[in-house]
């Protein structure tokens, strides 16, 4: 296995349409 | 030495080499490369940051200088305490 660095990819917060 | 360890109760799944993390009373998504989806699994338990240096260390064992790791490590960490997925353990 091949190091990288660990990462956050990305973030989101769900927005729900009622 | 600060030890961390995830929040609460998480769904994830895999996908092609990426993990995706639910959280389900935040409704929140979080998306992880592979190394860090193996430091996440680990973090079930309680860690610091040189546990987590020391077993990616062993699973990629000759490609890497300790000190390296260590500080993507720390970093890696702060971004989970950002995003709301790990908290300290006092």
């Known amino acids: 296995k091949i190091y990288s660095p660990p990462m956050v990819l990305s973030h989101q917060t769900i927005q729900f349409e009622t | 030495m600060t ?3 995830q929040k609460a109760k998480f769904e994830k799944t895999e996908l092609d080499g990426e993990w995706i993390i639910l959280n389900t009373e935040d409704f929140t998504v979080t998306k992880l ?3 860090g989806g193996l430091c996440w699994a680990l973090l079930n338990e309680i ?3 040189e546990t987590l240096t020391q077993s990616l260390l062993e699973k990629f064992s000759s ?3 300790m ?3 260590k500080r993507d490590i720390e970093e890696f960490l702060s971004q989970l305490v ?4 790990i908290q300290h353990v006092d």
Not at chain 2, 82 to 85: R, T, W
Request: contains cysteine; charged residues 10%.
């Open chain 2, 3 to 5: 030890q961390y360890i």
């Open chain 2, 47 to 49: 860690q610091t940051v």
């Open chain 2, 67 to 69: 000190e390296q790791v």
């Open chain 2, 82 to 85: 950002h995003c709301g997925l």
């Open chain 2, 33 to 35: 490369n592979e190394v």
């Open chain 2, 63 to 65: 490609q890497n200088n």
